[in-house]
């Protein structure tokens, strides 16, 4: 395990802090300086996480010391009212090209982190996961997750979803035997007895050639998801099964009930208890095509039912409302970082939140940033905790050299609570 810690010389940039207060102005937490000897862009903010004190910011094209493009994660604590860098994290076994960071899921004192262009003996890019456990105040690796049969171009980690003991894992370039190419698949692994193991693995229930079923994954519960934005001509589909500690049942195919070809429903995912948050990026509205959509799904007890459509109040075309989604305690946060903001050209990107219950939920506000620039993909990667509201901005340029796709991320709220507590909505 790589683990690179303190704020050393090559380092000092990388240790930001923002404090508690009601967020009129977003603060915006800048990439660390790459290190001596490596080159940017290492598109930090491409993915991201939050889980009780912890925020997790994937930067999957960062160098490592004569290791090109290996990825690296940074996590950092809420202490005393304020995020604090604790450690970056590195592959123990880091090679050029993995892509480590380009997915990560957070669940207590766990860290799952996924490598998905990691060239295993099985083939090139056939990918990993790495899942690091929190052991008093170091974060360790624990186990490298493997997909059984791997091989070349599976991107396994592509996705990854943490709740409780149980993992899952996208991999949309596996290849079925007998159905054909790029099918896609995801895998369970579960930590029983403290040692995680692979428990099932998931495909789709009309299984074809070049669906990529397991782009998008959430878990929650005794529940998965798994996304196949293009199962049925691009129109999208996302599976559901339950699952126990030794195996997984298929239970519901589920689809947007105004489907259209194209729409990429199940592009993104997430789940918190028995609601399901689905993004369909590419979903036209009635002013603006390929503006993007986000639909609410709730168990019913039987069955996933749809409770509602989530649409921008002003939809843009190609925004990709949808593309990044989070939910959390009544509260869902879509992405659209090919927004236009600002009125000038282009994709600076932006995030809505919403609130709801049942088959009610209303726009509550939207999180843009003053000083955004073209490119910078803003909510390109969203997450959610009692802390904060947070959106990834991969494209955004290092402020102080200018150099291109150094990445960031920004912190929108102090608490989710100031919403609940009399917050208006805004357009």
Not at 31 to 51: D, K, W
Not at 99 to 121: M, Q, R, W
Not at 281 to 306: E, I, K, M, N, P
Not at 385 to 407: E, Y
């Amino acid at each position: 395990m790589r683990i690179f810690s303190g704020p050393g010389p090559a380092l000092l940039l990388a240790v930001v802090s923002f404090h508690a207060q009601a967020l009129d102005v977003p603060e915006r937490i800048v990439a660390p300086a790459p290190e001596v000897g490596t080159v940017a862009p290492n598109v930090f903010g491409a993915a991201i996480a939050a889980s009780g004190p912890w925020l997790a910011i994937g930067a999957p094209q960062e160098d490592l010391p004569g290791v090109a493009d290996a990825g690296v994660v940074y996590l950092y604590q809420w202490v005393n009212g304020t995020y604090l860098e604790q450690v970056r994290l590195g592959a123990a076994d880091a090679a050029p090209g993995d892509g480590f960071g380009s997915a990560v899921a957070i669940s207590g004192d766990t860290l799952v982190i996924g490598a998905p262009t990691d060239n295993l003996s099985a083939g090139s890019g056939a990918g990993s996961v790495y899942v690091f456990e929190r052991n008093g105040s170091d974060w360790e690796q624990r186990i490298k997750l493997i997909q059984p049969g791997a091989a070349t171009g599976d991107l396994f980690g592509t996705a990854v979803a943490i709740a409780g003991e149980a993992i899952v894992v996208g991999s949309p370039g596996d290849d079925i035997t007998g159905i054909g190419a790029d099918v896609g698949s995801a895998h369970l692994f579960q930590r029983i007895g403290g040692v995680w193991s692979h428990t099932a693995r998931l495909l789709a229930s009309d299984a074809g050639s070049l669906q990529r079923f397991g782009q998008a994954t959430a878990v929650s519960d005794n529940f998965v998801a798994v996304g196949s934005r293009q199962a049925d001509a691009s129109a999208g589909a996302v599976y559901a099964y339950s699952f126990t500690s030794t195996s997984a049942q298929f239970e519901q195919r589920l689809v947007a009930d105004d489907r259209q070809p194209g729409d990429e429903f199940g592009s993104a995912l997430a789940m918190d208890g028995n609601q399901l948050l689905i993004g369909a990026r590419s979903s036209d509205t009635a002013q603006a095509q390929d503006s993007g959509a986000a639909y609410v799904f709730a168990w019913s007890g039987t069955q996933w039912l749809q409770q509602a459509r989530l649409e921008s109040p002003a939809p843009q075309a190609g925004e990709r409302f949808g593309y990044a989604v989070a939910l959390l305690d009544g509260f869902a946060l879509v992405g659209a970082p090919y927004a236009q903001v600002g009125g000038t050209c282009c994709e600076q990107g932006r995030a809505r939140l919403f609130l709801g219950s049942t088959s009610t939920w209303r726009h509550l506000r939207l999180l843009s940033i003053g000083d955004a620039a073209p490119f910078d993909t803003t909510a390109f990667s969203v997450a959610l905790a009692q802390t904060g509201v947070f959106a990834g901005a991969p494209g955004s340029n290092d402020p102080f050299s200018g150099t291109d796709a150094t990445g960031s991320a920004v912190r929108f709220e102090r608490s989710l609570s100031l919403f609940k507590d009399g917050f208006e909505p805004n357009p």
